[in-house]
Every structure is written in structure tokens, then in C-alpha cells.
């Protein structure tokens, strides 16, 4: 019988490599229209935040009582919430969507769907789904650890990147 646990890791690695799939493909397509990279050399942190993530609460979750919280429900509204918001962050970006930090010198800013509102909505569902996937399993160690990197890695490095390379895009624009 197939566990649900099981069923969560494979619709994430499911997700994961779809992303990653398009994020590939829409970098291909924007560096040829001469996009440049920015973060590069943080990149591998936050993919080993999400394979340490996903390898976290299933371990976790392994060697404890295999019950699930009390509170799944909540912990799985939340997840639904972050992947509705995160969609939403993808078809929004359309073709510019990425997993990097990728900026088309010149091209003005989306400001459509979520980003309309928010400078930054994709790293509002990435934490809630670092922390409602392992609560769900009743993960506490790898939600708090993972919140806690993610925090760090977003707000210390990745954000101030994004934001420096934007602020080049836009001055690029205002150039022209």
C-alpha cells in the first residue's frame, strides 16, 4: 500500500523537475535574447536547502511514529495556498519565470498578478511550503531548520541579489 508520505514526495520531486525543466528552457531562451546572470555562485545553496529539505522531513518523519499531525489539514490548506501562489508567480512571469536571477538588460518589469502587490511573492510560497510540508508529518526539526536556512539565504543573499540586478535592469531601461 502506497503511503501518503510517499505520494507528497513524489508530486514535490514531480514538481521540482518540471521546474526545472521550464526554468531551463525559459533560460536558454532569455539569455539568447541577451539576459544576464546574476547569484550565480548562490545558486547551489538553495538547491541543497530544498534536497536537504525533502530528505529532512521524510526522515524525520520515517523514524517517528509515521503519524501524521493532528493539524495535517491546516498544514496542507497552507501548502495548497503556497502552490496556488506560486503558480500563480509562474504563469505571471510567463517566459521571464526562472529559478535564477536572470535580467534582460532594458526590458521594463512584470508588474502583473501577484507582482502587482508584492516585490518578491515566489519566496513567500517557497516558505510556506518549506514549513507546512514537514508539519503535516509532524517534521518540527526540518521545518524549523529549513525555515531557519531559508530565511538566511533568502533575506541575506538571494533577495539583496534579485534586488541588485533588477535596479541594474531598470537603470538599463532608463538609459535607453
Known sequence: MVEWW??????IISQRLCELYIAKKNRIRVIA???????????PLFFLLH??????????????????????????????????LRYWCMVSLGQMW????LVIPGKILIDKGPYHFLSHP?????????????LIFGAVITAAAATALNI???LGIRIPAENRALQLGKADHAAR
Request: net charge negative.
Open 6 to 11: 510517499e505520494v507528497m514526495a513524489v508530486v
Open 33 to 43: 535574447e541577451g539576459a544576464q546572470e546574476f547569484g550565480r555562485g548562490h545558486y
Open 51 to 84: 534536497i536537504g529539505w525533502l530528505i529532512g522531513w521524510i526522515t524525520e518523519y520515517s523514524l517517528s511514529s509515521g503519524e501524521v499531525s493532528e493539524l495535517w489539514y491546516i498544514w496542507f490548506s497552507l501548502f495548497v495556498i503556497a502552490q496556488s
Open 98 to 101: 526562472n529559478t535564477r536571477i
Open 122 to 134: 515566489n519566496y513567500i510560497a517557497v516558505a510556506i511550503e518549506l514549513v507546512s510540508i514537514p
Open 152 to 154: 538566511i539565504l533568502t
